[in-house]
């Protein structure tokens, strides 16, 4: 029996209305099983060298989570001193720039006439706002510290990489002998996904980090490295993060140099390293390993920022590419797989007129 349109589309909306509902709700869970799963798929194939290396399973999977804890703490060492420097030199930043806030808007009072009132309190407001501005690091330590019970994530890793024959033996069960072959198909497209992704995105960070650091070294910026570094994590938040790393160096550019051209210069850097990014970087390295068009990640992003904030905007794109991958192998779905892939349809062919 075919049910009709007027009843199935108020149960698809009902259903989705429910899906995302349970999404933002139960965040505070999710997420933190949405990052170990991807961190277990991602030190899958190093706990898989080590069993056949003849070490017990328990084992091998606490030395690849050590392995991955150093590499960790070792970038985080190094950002941490990066960021240390930076840091204490904000309130010195932050009364040059107020310095020559006061010079511009005293020069622009002289020409079109305000008070001294008008300009007190203008210097008064760009001060506070300036302030607010500069609680950036502790903005993003706050965040990091948020990131879903970090603390629990290690443990979750380790029971989905020790469990993991249950969890998979679970999902061919679920959907049946007939779908065996399917579903194996799905969970060995998933993880080739997310390890090609997550490989072309660590290397898209290095290369952008390197363009970023150089390029302000070049130009004599201070903390050229750890502003490269930031910037080139911005620039994992799609559409957005880009936007936020130019203003990062441009103001320390107008503080520290004695004319506008650095700054100008600076946007020049990002505006260019964009564009090397978004035709040759992320199409090459990025981009091939999950197939979205522009219009479904951006909708994804934007999705997923509201529902789960800085969090959801991180792992927006790779479960996206997910349940493209998912509606790909099931006929039903077919339909919204096209949706969100990058893939033009062929014009339908067009059959001569018949002639009279």
Request: hydrophobic share 55%; glycine share 6%.
């Amino acid at each position: 029996m075919k049910i009709p349109v007027s009843v199935k589309a108020p149960i698809i909306f009902i259903g989705l209305f429910a899906f995302f509902a349970v999404m933002y709700i139960g965040k505070g869970i999710i997420i933190p099983i949405i990052f170990a799963t991807i961190i277990a798929i991602v030190l899958h194939p190093v706990v898989k060298l080590f069993i056949r290396l003849r070490i017990n399973r328990v084992l091998s999977i606490i030395i690849a989570l050590f392995l991955a804890f150093l590499t960790v703490a070792a970038l985080g060492t190094f950002l941490f001193s990066q960021a240390s420097r930076f840091s204490e030199s904000l309130p010195e930043l932050a009364d040059k720039f107020t310095e020559i806030l006061n010079q511009t808007i005293i020069y622009i009072s002289e020409h079109f006439n305000l008070s001294h009132r008008e300009i007190t309190a203008w210097i008064t407001k760009t001060k506070n706002e300036l302030s607010g501005s500069l609680k950036i690091g502790q903005t993003i330590f706050n965040v990091g510290s948020e990131l879903a019970l970090l603390f629990l994530i290690p443990v979750y890793v380790f029971m989905i990489l020790f469990y993991k024959p249950i969890l998979i033996e679970f999902l061919r069960r679920l959907f049946g002998k007939s779908n065996r072959n399917k579903v194996n198909k799905i969970i060995n497209q998933i993880k080739t996904l997310i390890q090609r992704y997550l490989i072309g995105l660590l290397l898209q960070v290095a290369i952008i980090s390197a363009i970023y650091s150089i390029g302000l070294l070049i130009l004599g910026i201070e903390y050229a490295i750890i502003l490269g570094i930031i910037g080139a994590f911005l620039n994992l938040i799609p559409y957005l993060g880009s936007i936020i790393a130019a203003s990062l160096p441009m103001i320390i550019a107008i503080v520290t140099k004695s004319s506008p051209w650095f700054s100008l210069l600076v946007l020049a850097l990002y505006i260019v390293t964009q564009f090397i990014d978004n035709n040759f970087i992320t199409p090459r390295i990025v981009g091939s390993k999950v197939k979205l068009n522009a219009l479904a990640s951006i909708v994804a992003v934007i999705v997923f920022a509201a529902l789960w904030g800085i969090q959801g905007m991180l792992i927006a794109i790779p479960l996206t590419a997910i349940a493209k991958l998912i509606f790909d192998n099931i006929k039903p779905l077919k339909p919204w797989g096209l949706l969100l892939g990058d893939t033009m349809p062929e014009p339908p062919e067009t059959k001569p007129a018949l002639k009279e």
